[in-house]
């Protein structure tokens, strides 16, 4: 069940101009599965990745997810 963050993330995609609203960790989740912008996987990627799940599956504050997923942007 979706665990809706208290201020949404704004993201730009690919396509020039084009912004994306992400709300919630599983939108964000599939956001850095089919979407992300680089090959890059780097340690803040990860973090990002785990947070995020573990937000999905209620063993991690949604904010701490949010937070983690801004860091990996």
Known sequence: M?????K???VETRKTG???VI???ER???????????????????TARKALADAHEGSLEAEKAREAFIAAL
Request: charged residues 25%; aromatic residues 16%; hydrophobic residues 40%.
């Open 2 to 6: 979706a665990q809706w963050w208290s």
């Open 8 to 10: 949404p993330v704004i």
């Open 18 to 20: 084009d912004r994306l």
């Open 23 to 25: 709300s919630n960790a």
């Open 28 to 46: 964000a989740l599939e956001y850095m599965a089919k979407e992300w912008p680089t090959l890059e996987d780097g340690q803040a990627y990860k």
